[in-house]
């Protein structure tokens, strides 16, 4: 299998964020992606490509403009204010509060934010654009007709909404390259989100949609993180109605419910019918990650992808969460081998 992958995810390493009451070093680190190259390459899994410059204009088609310049100006903007550290919101444009946006930086980093664990550092745009490159140039090599391709992306994506990012996230990765597929002429895309947390900026963005499928197997935000979104009860909206599907299970959940849970995801797959899949691939369900409480194994993975590779469609992996930083990449690569299988 072909990985996409940029050494420019290493331009975004935030320095610390709020965990147990006091600040501790990021969990999203650059070591993350390194581990995972270093293992699809001792592996052999296959070549590894840059990624070609894709411009803007396929990351508008999903996210807000407002929020995509204030991504693009944000750190010059702080810098400018003598500010020289990351920047993290410490307020919220929550109930009651005025929508407007703010004139300030400081106020438009509160409003286009979801938590203050998201740290804007000096190498966050030019991180995630190729990031957005990364799962870009994975379709355009699923287009000329590879079965799988894995885009390498860091930072991950599936928490970013609209216009808003959160959970480590900027750009959504995987809904940029669900949009890349439908505008290369797909007419059914489905996308299918393992990381151990609810895919809230997905869905966010497809809600309305019946052309993109979004299933979610996660914690349950009833005690997991983000808590306001990911119920079983989010089937989608107007056109989209019937066409999200939310999987919450219990954070201490077994293994066979997980993959039960699994077999009815894919089974929700095969009736759509899609042109194209593309997968939320995050291995913070691991049973040794520090910050989630799923139980696989590293070979769980393996049979993970496995199935995966039963729906027969061309399918693009995104890098998502994982923060055992060490097994990350045989974890990560284990279900993209399952999935060659
Ligand atoms: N004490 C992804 O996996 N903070 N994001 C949790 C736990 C946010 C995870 C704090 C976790 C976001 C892409
Ligand atoms: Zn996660």
Known sequence: MLTIYSDKHRLQHGKAELIDGTLKPCFETPSRADMVLQEVRSRGLGPVLEPQAHGLAPVLRVHDAGYVEFLQTAWQRWTAMGRDYDALPKMWQIRRLRAAIPQHVEGQLCYYSMDCGTPLTAGTWPAITAAADVALTAIDQLAAGQRGVFALTRPPGHHAARDYCGGYCFFNNAAIAAQSLLDRGAKRVAILDVDYHHGNG??????????????????????????????ADEHGEGAGLGYNYNYPLPAASSVAMWFATLGTALGEIRRYAPDALVVSLGVDTFEGDPISRFSLTSTDFLRLGEQIGGLGLPTAFCMEGGYAVEPIGLNAVNVLEGFSM
């Not at 019946?210 to 997991?224: K, M, R, Y």
């Open 202 to 231: 997905t869905q966010d963005i497809f809600y309305q949609r019946d052309d993109v499928l979004f299933l979610s197997i996660h914690g349950d935000p009833a005690t997991e993180y983000p808590f306001f979104l990911g119920f």
